[in-house]
């Protein structure tokens, strides 16, 4: 089992920035690829980008170019999500999960999810 618990979501304004962080305790962390997706209200789950277990690699879906950036602490059994430039569109709730390949999109593919961190932007 892995438990991932979601921070750093919150209310801000459109053109801010937020990192979420998703801390990581049980089985090795190193070994999985990470993911985050976001749901807004009424919306599907989607991927937002994904990194793998070394963290050599990462992959965003081609909405989230540029504005998203994930990245992983290994040493700290973290992975965490940079936000710029925020959109009211970013406002969701975003989850991270352990998985076995960056570029899984599809919820279903990962193994353990978090609790989610709710970002909120106010225009």
């Known amino acids: 089992q892995v438990q991932l618990v979601e921070s750093g979501g919150g209310l801000v304004q459109a053109g801010g920035s937020l990192r979420l962080s998703c801390a990581a305790s049980?089985?090795?962390?190193?070994?999985?690829?990470m993911g985050w997706f976001r749901q807004a209200p009424g919306k599907e789950r989607e991927f937002v980008a994904g990194i793998s277990a070394s963290g050599g690699i990462t992959y965003y879906a081609d909405s989230r170019q540029g504005r998203f950036t994930i990245s992983r602490d290994n040493a700290e059994n973290t992975v965490y999500l940079q936000i710029n430039s925020l959109k009211s569109e970013d406002t969701a709730v975003y989850y991270c999960?352990?998985?076995?390949?960056?570029?899984?999109?599809?919820?279903?593919?990962?193994?353990?999810w978090g609790q989610g961190t709710q970002v909120t932007v106010s225009s």
């Open positions: 999960a352990a998985g076995s390949s960056p570029y899984s999109t599809v919820s279903r593919l990962y193994y353990y």
């Open positions: 049980g089985r090795t962390f190193s070994n999985y690829a």
